[in-house]
DNA sequence: CGGGTGAAAATGTTGGACGTATTGCGTCGT
DNA sequence: ACGACGCAATACGTCCAACATTTTCACCCG
């Protein structure tokens, strides 16, 4: 038999392995809605062709990705799952903070990751803010500038920046740039003398190019702070690039 | 019995729950070194004192969240996995369509995102880009430009995308954005006619800024490349900001 | 009319049996 | 001695059939 080794045939799956393949796809395809009820296990087994428990296995994989729920007793049943974006947040946090812990992802990297998502976002900022936001900003950063006793200062500029990316109005954004922001916070505990003063005088000049819709402005503005952020918590960085 | 309802008894897990849940500790604990491999599905069974088939559908929720990977035949088993990044942007991408799909999240937003992530992308693998991703850059131009079948011109886009995303060099960006493109490809499966002859003189366009090392120009020609797809799949789009 | 109660429907769990992939060793032939 | 073939051992893969548990709802009775 000449099945040599250049020809890659398709490894075999399991059965329960292609039965989660194959639901997954009716899922994120929208056959099956969200909150939808599936049919029964024994009638999916039938339908696969598969026995019960196989299906079963399949579900746990399913179950385990979040992508269904199950319920039991009468009216109880297997269901698409409804998620919310907090939800995905929250993964992506933990899950990116353990990739960065088990240098899977240098620290580099989600620096210059947060610079190449949080510019855009100033940008659109700038574009599409309402006066809430204005107001919301404002009042962040007064607080921060009558705030000295340093404990808190992190806090503000943390929310701050939140503030800002919900300011973008992109609820994928959000959802990407939130964990990224959570991770990159711890590493600036111990600043020098000065260092929030600079940050503080920062996101007013940010806030004030928002204020005026200036996109160019707030993104260049944005970027500088980035930068001298960046430098601070990472100083070996050096790439002349960004 | 006074069991009022703010006392909150922990809900009743399945046993399948609970084994998963205990291995998934001894995993991140460290208890179990990645590589490791754990007892044979009886002996767990017996562990736990519960029966091989719940065992089993333990583990495929373990193996579906990639904490482990099993084998079969004699030496083979159940091993702890490495998290990888890639499994991270799996996640990404079937929750991310689920939002989409439930309207959690709306496909202007999803759209809006793309180009706001792409275009750094772009401007960066400029900067950035190796010889081998130009190569394979080109190869892929001329393979879309070649085929004529339009059964794979999609997959042609989709992988040019993807790999001048690699060619940024950044793993938080490929993690984020590649989910995004994934879901943003099966919008466009009926185009008119010339649509795929336009994407491909776009990527060669993209490429040949990629390839003189022009940032701001390979973000220009990415920008209107994107727009123009998002004109195509989301004709309704009316926003003179992007 | 209200409340207890049991049937019904679904998942949860078990035990065992057999299928299948993979490895490794032993035997046989050269 | 050495290699090829094949069989045995092992662990996962799959199926089946039955029973347990949870939850809801309709029915019956006081």
């Not at 009716?26 to 599936?38: D, F, K, Q, V, W």
């Not at 746990?60 to 297997?78: C, F, I, P, W, Y």
């Amino acid at each position: 038999m000449p099945l040599d080794a250049d020809i890659d045939v398709a490894r075999i799956r399991p059965a329960y392995d292609q039965v989660a393949g194959q639901l997954k796809l009716l899922i994120l395809n929208g056959s099956l809605a969200p909150g939808e009820r599936l049919p029964v296990e024994s009638s999916l087994g039938a339908a696969f062709g598969v026995s019960r428990n196989t299906v079963r296995e399949a579900l746990r994989m399913l179950s385990s990705a979040g992508l269904v729920r199950t319920e039991r007793g009468v009216n109880g049943g297997t269901f698409v799952a409804q998620v919310a974006p907090e939800d995905v947040s929250d993964y992506l946090e933990s899950r990116l903070g353990l990739l960065v812990s088990s240098d899977s992802i240098s620290a580099a990297d989600l620096a210059e990751a947060r610079i190449m998502l949080e510019v855009p976002c100033a940008r659109q900022a700038a574009l599409r803010r309402s006066e809430q936001d204005l107001a919301d900003l404002q009042a962040i950063v007064d607080a921060e500038r009558d705030d000295h006793t340093g404990w808190s200062r992190g806090e503000h500029s943390h929310e701050f920046h939140l503030r800002l990316l919900s300011a973008t109005g992109n609820a994928v954004m959000e959802l990407m740039l939130a964990p990224v922001l959570a991770i990159s916070r711890p590493n600036m505990l111990q600043p020098k003398p000065g260092t929030w003063d600079a940050a503080n005088s920062d996101h007013a000049r940010i806030l004030d190019a928002v204020r005026r819709g200036d996109a160019d402005l707030a993104a260049e503005v944005t970027l500088e702070h980035l930068r001298r952020v960046r430098d601070i918590t990472d100083p070996a960085y050096d790439d002349s690039s960004n």
